[in-house]
């Protein structure tokens, strides 16, 4: 295997990447200096390097350079990108972003930052998920992200999510992540009825497993396959609770990568970045994200999810 030819695709919930400026627009309360969590700039361009220092490592024993495209989940606004994209580990990359401002409650959105060096963006856009709370007034969440653009001369379109979380109970907020399903599928459609046999990659923070409703929706609706369905086990996963793992973070993709008369980027793998500088090295959570905070408590680790990855290879 040749590593100049394999080309990596990512995606990282990143945990509340806040700045430390006040903004009356989003709930940013938690995350400013004065707040109980107090966080400074030292802290948050501590977890600047450290994201850059994980993003930069995905999925390298396999390739020369860092991933060529990041979904980004818990951003709170461009600027925080920015940042990030030119922190120690990300800034000799040639890293550009795709980003806009959601209406989400807690003033976080999702992003996509790609290596113009490889990747060419040609279209993007924000598609809301419209949801209702229990009197029917209208919820907001993360807006899903449209990226198209021409990977090494080919053509593909990236959808990124981060659907309602199950903070309610998994059953109870289930209808809100089959609306963010619904959303795909519409998404999908339109690009299917846009473009002849387009190339599509779903990823995101799905808060749901590959095999609940909402992401069994989108293999079949949208026809996409999902290579985490085998990545998920008692040991692996993408993110932990209650000592259980969970993979809320999932990469699928349509079945024309399969196809050599389709692609010239065929399917390599798929995998959980896990590394053991990301893990808790010691205690009862040894082996889990070491997190940035838990609770109001500061840990200064990267962010309780590990990133997802999928590898491509051109073959032509």
Do not use: C
């Amino acid at each position: 295997m040749s590593k100049d030819k394999l080309y990596t695709i990512a995606f990282y919930n990143i945990e509340n990447l806040f700045d430390t400026i006040d903004d009356e627009n989003t709930n940013d309360d938690d995350f400013l200096p004065t707040s109980k969590k107090r966080w400074t700039t030292k802290r948050y361009e501590n977890k600047l390097r450290k994201l850059g220092q994980v993003i930069s490592q995905i999925g390298d024993e396999n390739t020369n350079t860092p991933p060529v495209i990041v979904g980004l989940a818990e951003v709170e606004n461009k600027r925080v990108v920015e940042d990030l994209l030119s922190s120690k580990y990300l800034k000799s990359h040639n890293y550009d972003l795709v980003h806009y401002d959601s209406s989400d409650e807690r003033g976080i959105d999702v992003a996509l930052i790609y290596n113009t060096d490889v990747f060419e963006v040609t279209h993007s856009e924000p598609f809301a998920i419209y949801l209702e709370n229990e009197n029917g007034e209208r919820d907001y969440t993360r807006d899903v992200l449209l990226v198209t653009g021409r990977l090494q001369g080919e053509q593909i379109h990236v959808i990124v999510n981060h659907w309602s979380s199950r903070r309610e109970g998994e059953k109870e907020s289930e209808p809100k992540r089959l609306a963010g399903a619904d959303t795909v599928n519409r998404i999908t459609e339109i690009l299917k009825t846009n473009y002849t046999d387009p190339k599509i990659i779903v990823m995101g923070d799905f808060n749901d497993n590959p095999n609940n409703n909402s992401i069994r929706s989108i293999e079949e609706t949208s026809q996409l396959y999902n290579p985490f369905k085998t990545v998920l086990s008692n040991e692996k996963g993408s993110m932990n609770y209650d000592f259980e793992w969970n993979l809320f973070d999932q990469i699928l993709i349509s079945t024309n990568f399969f196809d050599p008369k389709s692609t010239s980027l065929d399917f390599y793998k798929a995998d959980v970045f896990n590394s053991k500088f990301l893990t808790q090295y010691h205690g009862k959570y040894k082996g889990q994200p070491f997190r940035t905070y838990v609770g109001k408590h500061y840990k200064g680790g990267y962010s309780d999810h590990f990133p997802v990855y999928i590898e491509l290879e051109k073959d032509h």
